[in-house]
């Protein structure tokens, strides 16, 4: 066992390493064999440790789950699925006020089930959405915030990477926990879409239909970057193909998660089923081969080193474990006097304010094997912790000054005049509904328990 020394001293250098930006993956792989060597003082015993870890974590079939799942995002994102969900939800909403708004929501939803990853869809919808918006005479800071805001979605509603990767290091039931995220998530969406149409009613001003000033596609050019406008989505598709393309989408997702739910298969096994059936709906919607070679070249280059970070992350907290931090750490909270609420608001102020610094799956792996075995000792719900911590996490990407989503939509959307003070400006509102969410699964596990326990 290290002296109380050496095993802060673990920490403080995981963290200089990550500050001073040091990839997250070599960070974790120094300091774990750093704290190995300090127990141990034998670099023999460091490399079979390292080997040994390496070989048990990467032939785990787990770790196959989050490939599959990118590869069926991936290819319905390719053959135009997120498109035909915008155009849909555009088209059922006519009633609503702020109906672009809450179209952008309710298909950032269902692209959640699909992809499981919220850069994903910032990225798809500030070039789908944005521009429709903006054609329609909706403010810019708005829309800017509507794509932002519902993009965090992705990540709390199942498939989500970040789920996958939180039942790795936790042992987790992947099922159980994806069960958990929905019923959350759908109420973070429907908070959000209250908000759009609560703020279309009172601000008309802020979706154009104030003194019937709407903008035409030839205004919009000048805004749009460089003269590239979107026809109106309304004159794109039939209504009969988009009907078609969005129950082939549901029916892939029912099929999937429901086989994963019902324990018809293991979740790699669900995985690839997925990613198969998305494969092939692409291939009917019309997908070239070389964009298929394309794929899952970019699903590669994406999943190789997160798997890479993961293996460092299980090593990382197996070293944890052995120096005694992670009861050290337990043992200080308790001994703060604050109760098990002051030390869950103190662990949600913790990934707050590091998912305002660096990205929410380093943050999994720098907090996790510390604070999940503190929370299930206070009392807290495994399931209903892991998707605060998401939450509390997902708050973090919309947060100044490093909120990825931010730059995200920065990056995609087609018009050069957008400010980061906007999008920040337009996604206060989301970044509420997100905290108020947090609060109420402190107050009402049940929110999250529900359906794993049914």
């Known amino acids: 066992m290290l002296g109380n020394f050496d095993m802060i001293a673990i920490v403080v250098i995981l963290l200089a390493l990550v500050f001073a930006g040091v990839h997250i993956a070599i960070a974790l792989g120094i300091t774990s064999a750093f704290g190995i060597y300090l127990m141990t003082g034998d670099v023999e015993v460091v490399r079979n440790f390292v080997a040994n870890t390496a070989y ?20 319905l994102a390719k053959c135009g699925a997120a498109r035909d969900l915008y155009t849909l939800g555009n088209r059922v909403s006519r009633w609503l006020p702020g109906r672009l708004a809450a179209a952008t929501i309710v298909a950032n939803a269902l692209f959640g089930f699909v992809t499981g990853v919220s850069i994903a869809a910032a990225a798809a919808f500030s070039r789908i959405a944005y521009p429709e918006m903006r054609r329609y005479g909706y403010r810019r800071d708005f829309a800017l915030g509507c794509v932002a805001g519902s993009a965090c979605l992705g990540m709390l509603i199942p498939p989500s990477v970040l789920m996958i990767v939180w039942c790795v290091l936790t042992e987790l039931s992947i099922g159980k926990l994806f069960l ?12 959000m879409i209250v908000y759009v149409v609560v703020a279309a009613k009172l601000k008309p001003e802020l979706v154009g239909e104030t003194g019937g000033s709407r903008l035409s596609a030839r205004s919009l050019s000048a805004d749009a970057a460089g003269s590239r406008v979107s026809p109106p989505l309304d004159d794109e598709a039939s209504i009969r ?5 969005t129950l082939l989408v549901v029916l892939l997702i029912l099929g999937t998660l429901g086989a994963i739910w019902l324990g018809l298969c293991t979740p790699t096994e669900g995985a690839g089923i997925g990613a198969v059936g998305a494969l092939i709906l692409a291939i009917i919607k ?6 298929v070679w394309q794929v899952v070249l970019d699903v590669g280059r994406t999943s190789g080193p997160l798997l890479l970070l993961l293996f460092c992350a299980q090593l990382y907290s197996r070293v944890l474990s052995m120096t005694g931090f992670t009861e050290a750490a337990k043992d200080f909270l308790l001994s703060t006097g604050t109760g098990p609420w002051g030390i869950l608001l103190v662990m949600v102020l913790i990934w707050f304010v590091l998912g305002c610094l660096i990205d929410s799956i380093s943050i999994i792996l720098l907090t996790v094997p510390i604070f999940a075995p503190i929370a299930m000792h206070l009392g807290f719900d495994p399931l209903a912790f892991a ?5 509390a996490i997902e708050t973090g990407l919309l947060t100044p000054p490093f909120g990825i989503l931010v730059f995200t939509v920065k990056a995609a959307v087609p018009d050069r005049d957008v400010t980061l003070a906007e999008i920040f400006r337009g996604s206060i509102p989301y970044w509420i509904v997100l905290l108020a969410l947090v609060a109420a699964l402190a107050v009402f596990p049940q929110l999250a328990t529900f359906l794993p326990n049914l």
């Open 387 to 391: 998707i605060m911590g998401i939450l």
């Open 56 to 75: 048990e974590a990467l032939r785990d079939y787990v770790f196959a789950v989050i490939p599959l799942f990118m590869l069926m995002g991936d290819f």
């Open 180 to 191: 958990a995220g929905v019923i959350p998530g759908l109420l973070a969406a429907a908070g």
């Open 286 to 291: 019309g997908i070239k081969p070389r964009e």
């Open 241 to 245: 193909a988009m009907l078609l393309s």
